[in-house]
């Protein structure tokens, strides 16, 4: 897949796995009868996973100096992935799927629209045109939608 349309395609089963995974671990949280356990394990399930995929692809594990190298706040995902994992497992059965999925969409989009417009964090810049603007605006009135009725 090096097309443009295979990689809107993967983009979009993503986002398919993406919505699977919420409600999943929305049933793990009921299961365990807890959101944090669910986030638990959600997380060492997929470190299990990605350690399957580090042997089969035989990487070589990286140095202590290369992990060094990393900025402070290259480290701040595992949190920030935990974060969005235990909120999502408490918010599904309060607000639904599609309120939840929408909602994070909407705050996905604003935050990309200022990474991109001002290059934070050495995303390259993307200005944030009036095009752009109005695309987000079209998303939230979207989510408006989608979530009051």
């Known amino acids: 897949m090096t097309s443009p349309i295979g990689f809107y395609l993967a983009a979009m089963l993503a986002g398919v796995a993406f919505v699977v995974q919420q409600a999943a671990n929305a049933?793990?949280?009921?299961?365990?009868?807890?959101?944090?356990?669910?986030?638990?394990?959600?997380?060492?399930?997929g470190g299990i996973a990605v350690l399957v995929v580090i042997a089969i692809l035989r990487e070589s594990v990286p140095t202590i100096s290369a992990a060094g190298r990393a900025p402070w706040y290259a480290w701040i995902g595992g949190g920030l992935?935990?974060?969005?994992?235990?909120?999502?497992?408490f918010l599904l059965p309060r607000i639904g799927a599609a309120s939840l999925i929408a909602l994070i969409l909407v705050g996905q989009m604003l935050a990309s629209l200022a990474f991109d417009h001002f290059g934070l964090m050495g995303v390259p810049v993307h200005e944030a045109n009036s095009?752009?603007?109005?695309?987000?605006?079209?998303?939230?009135?979207?989510?408006?939608?989608?979530?009051?009725?």
Do not use: E
């Open 81 to 89: 992935g935990a974060l969005y994992i235990v909120g999502s497992v």
């Open 131 to 149: 095009f752009r603007i109005f695309g987000a605006v079209l998303l939230i009135a979207g989510v408006a939608l989608i979530s009051m009725f």
């Open 27 to 45: 049933k793990l949280r009921g299961a365990l009868g807890s959101g944090l356990w669910a986030g638990f394990t959600n997380f060492a399930v």
